[in-house]
């Protein structure tokens, strides 16, 4: 149980192209999502907080203009990173955490997608 | 806020040899505190957490970790390891209660030699 599925799981694109990437959590409801950057031999940067039917809280140095976030039901978000530069090159993750109310259930990750900005 | 100290980025470990990742953590309140094990481009997978009660806690491949509030630890062991487990291990802390932030450290690497 509690699968989170992420799509697409690689993704190549030009500079200056937008790419949306979506997180589904398939057997449960998440109020909550959330989205993570991983860079080469580092720990997983937090980027945003993800909630349904509001907007999305950033972290602080993140873009909220570059890293368009939706979370349009309680069991998808989109994470869209417009006018894409080779920088924004990475391992891009989600995470959702089962439960609609107050829970201290432990997050559940896709499995990532990797883009890659030529 | 809180943090986590990882402070092996690799460990080489023979297999059917035990072996222990350090975590420790930092934090002004009460923590919930995780292990997530990633294999090559994938996502994270919880390994265990301690959420309370008892301070050890127990995965279903063998792992296991024990949370100490005075060192401030969450130290994860397994006794004898498999090539199987040759991943990177991720230990994660958030503060108590629900819909908190959760912070991870840097990583180890887990290198299992046949």
């Known amino acids: 149980g509690a699968v989170v599925s992420q799509h697409p799981s690689r993704v190549i694109c030009k500079s200056g192209t937008s790419v949306k990437i979506e997180c589904r959590s398939l057997?449960?409801?998440?109020?909550?999502m959330f989205w993570y950057r991983q860079f080469p031999k580092k720990s997983l940067m937090l980027m945003a907080t993800?909630?349904?039917?509001?907007?999305?809280?950033?972290e602080q140095g993140v873009e909220k203009d570059k890293f368009l976030i939706n979370h349009a039901s309680l069991t998808l978000s989109t994470l869209t990173v417009t006018s894409a530069h080779p920088e924004d090159s990475s391992f891009y993750i989600c995470?959702?955490?089962?439960?609609?109310?107050?829970?201290?259930?432990?997050?559940?990750f896709g499995n990532g997608t990797r883009l890659t900005v030529t | 806020a809180q943090s986590v100290t990882q402070l092996d980025s690799q460990v080489p470990v023979f297999e059917e040899a035990p072996v222990e990742l350090r975590c420790n953590y930092s934090?002004?309140?009460?923590?919930?505190l995780f292990w997530y094990v990633q294999y090559p481009n994938q996502g994270l997978q919880l390994l265990l957490k301690y959420l309370s009660g008892s301070t050890l806690v127990e995965s279903i491949n063998g792992f296991e970790a024990e949370f100490n509030k005075s060192q401030t630890s969450f130290h994860l062991r397994k006794p004898s390891v498999h090539i199987s487990d040759t991943a990177e291990y991720f230990c994660a802390v958030s503060a108590s209660g629900g819909y908190q932030k959760v912070t991870f450290g840097t990583g180890t690497k887990l290198q299992v030699i046949p």
């Open positions: 995470s959702a955490r089962p439960g609609t109310g107050w829970s201290v259930a432990p997050l559940h």
């Open positions: 934090s002004s309140v009460s923590v919930y």
């Open positions: 057997d449960f409801q998440a109020t909550t």
């Open positions: 993800s909630n349904e039917g509001s907007k999305a809280t950033y």
